[in-house]
């Protein structure tokens, strides 16, 4: 058995998150760019893809709409971008509907954190990227909320290795993923349980839904006490963070919740998790019972 890590917490504004807006940004005619503007809704890391994108091809007005309760790095990274920053609210939830709003309003182009087949398309280089370098491949794990990389990353990996295992990781406060397909449906919005995983909580959506239902092959769920081990275990086997969210798939694969074979490789979607997190993290401080 091999494991290897796909460490997207490496990635540039510290997630996967800049390949699903730059793609998306990119398939919007220029002439639109300057007289309407984009706009998005956050847990801290698509609002900082965005901003990157902006920045990235020429500064496009950009307005972001990041719940309250996001990780302190995240917001301080918004800060010194210039998108425009709105803090709403203390849900994904909420920071959508304010977004959503202003798109309306204003005629800004929202720019959807997971459910667009543009945003699934630029996570999906993430599994073009795991299949060019790590050629032949058993199993990807990787972590779950949305759904846009989970079913971006499916697309290409399967399009190259159909016999690839393709697994999703939820929360366990916050199953959404897991029990869409159990249920046959999209469960978004989805009412969860306070979890240190900002990113991973909330809604699975329909995309990422008719996707995974052809081609995911499990959804698994871990624990908040079980991130928070893994998130140490990393540290002192590799010395690499990663926040909550980015830890799931090999808090996964650490307390047996799937079982690889042959040459596997974890995701690590993220790594902006500031000092008070991560500290209590490392300490065992999780928000609910294991």
Not at 10 to 25: D, V
Not at 82 to 102: N, P, W, Y
Not at 149 to 172: C, F, H, M, W, Y
Request: glycine share 12%; hydrophobic share 45%; aromatic share 4%.
């Amino acid at each position: 058995m091999e494991i290897a890590l796909k460490q997207e917490n490496r990635q540039h504004t510290g997630s996967f998150k800049p390949r699903g807006a730059l793609n998306k940004i990119l398939t919007v005619e220029r002439n639109l760019w300057a007289a309407k503007g984009f706009c998005a809704a956050s847990a801290g890391n698509h609002a900082l893809g965005v901003a990157y994108a902006c920045e990235t091809l020429g500064n496009p007005r950009g307005h972001v709409f990041v719940q309250g309760n996001a990780s302190p790095a995240k917001i301080a990274k918004l800060k010194r971008t210039k998108v425009e920053l709105t803090l709403v609210g203390e849900t994904f939830e909420a920071a959508q509907a304010a977004a959503l709003a202003h798109a309306k309003k204003y005629g800004a182009i929202f720019i959807s954190a997971y459910d667009d087949p543009a945003v699934v398309a630029g996570q999906g280089t993430t599994g073009l990227e795991i299949v060019d370098e790590a050629g032949r491949i058993d199993t990807v794990i990787v972590p779950t909320g949305g759904g846009a990389l989970l079913a971006g990353i499916a697309i290409a990996v399967k399009d190259q290795s159909p016999k690839t295992r393709i697994v999703g990781v939820n929360p366990e406060v916050s199953p959404s993923a897991k029990r869409s397909l159990e249920e046959g449906r999209a469960l978004d919005p989805f009412e969860h349980g306070p979890t240190l995983a900002h990113g991973l909580a909330g809604g699975f959506g329909k995309l990422g839904y008719e996707i995974a239902k052809a081609l995911v092959d499990d959804i698994v769920l871990v624990s908040e006490k079980e991130m928070a081990d893994a998130t140490a275990a990393l540290v002192d086997a590799e010395q690499i963070v990663a926040e909550p969210s980015g830890i799931a798939a090999l808090a996964a694969v650490l307390f047996g919740k799937i079982k690889p074979k042959g040459r596997t490789i974890v995701v690590l979607s993220g790594g902006n998790v500031d000092s008070a997190t991560l500290a209590q993290v490392l300490t065992r401080g999780t928000t609910s019972e294991h």
